[in-house]
């Protein structure tokens, strides 16, 4: 593949020298006096299982005035910590995510005055369950002391720190791959290295939730996938 090629492909090579900017690093493409070199980009990626989850659970109450809907509120949701607490979660690991009032309004014609009719609170408490198979009795727990919020679930992986090591290896492969095979297109070989960067979006969630009342709510925390990207920069050497 001829570098004209390589360049409508998305590829970067390093050959011209422009006038340096006084931001340009030393031996950055365009600085004088720089080798030619060769850039590229790749990314890796690892699956891992979660062993962690976070629940959201949420009251939210109605009443005609904003102290009896709190009080509805504050019953349902003292409930539903004692349930949460005797599913085997510690209360230090609950807490409240959070804590709205607010009325609702009426409003018959556009020229008239909204009335307010009712208030609403919602009250919204932050579940972290360290092990997975403890989730679904915490939903079911939770909606049958009342609560009527399911805001979230989330799962995550307490240590992901090999998966993302197994993907950022994955993509320096990847780089250093095309970096070489690039030289050899171009009529050299690929010299040292001179800069390696990575940067990573985080865990996605690839994972699957039902929500059923007609049993034990079934739960399929699925995998996490550890993506990270590199950019490397390397000499081009020319010749054979």
Same mark, same amino acid.
């Given at each position: 593949m001829r570098a004209t090629e390589l360049l409508a492909a998305g590829f970067f090579l390093a050959v011209a020298c422009a006038p340096a900017m006084?931001?340009?690093p030393p031996g950055a493409p365009g600085t004088p006096g720089a080798p030619p070199q060769i850039v590229t980009s790749a990314s890796?990626?690892?699956?891992? $299982?979660?062993?962690?989850? %976070?629940? $959201?659970?949420?009251?939210? %109450?109605? $009443?005609?005035?904003a102290a009896a809907a709190a009080r509805d509120n504050n019953a349902r949701q003292q409930a539903i910590l004692a349930a949460v607490t005797a599913a085997g979660i510690p209360r230090e690991q609950i807490s409240t995510e959070s804590y709205n009032v607010y009325p609702e309004t009426r409003q018959e014609r556009p020229d008239q005055t909204p009335t307010v009719v009712a208030y609403v609170v919602s009250n919204v408490v932050r579940v972290e369950v360290r092990k997975i198979d403890q989730v679904a009795a915490v939903i079911d727990a939770s909606l049958g002391k009342g609560a009527n919020q399911i805001n979230s679930l989330d799962f995550y992986a307490s240590n992901p720190d090999p998966a993302r090591q197994k993907a950022l290896a994955e993509a320096i492969g990847r780089a250093r791959s095309d970096a070489e095979a690039m030289a050899r297109a171009a009529g050299g070989?690929?010299?040292?290295?001179?800069?390696l960067s990575a940067a990573e979006?985080?865990?996605r969630p690839l994972m699957r939730v039902s929500m059923q009342r007609a049993a034990a709510t079934p739960i399929e925390p699925g995998e996490l996938t550890v993506q990270v990207s590199v950019t490397?920069?390397?000499?081009?050497?020319?010749?054979p």
């Open positions: 006084a931001q340009t890796g990626d690892s699956r891992l $299982a979660p062993d962690r989850a %976070t629940v $959201a659970v949420g009251v939210q %109450t109605r $009443a005609s005035t070989r690929l010299g040292s290295l001179l800069e979006p985080g865990p490397g920069r390397w000499q081009f050497v020319a010749g």
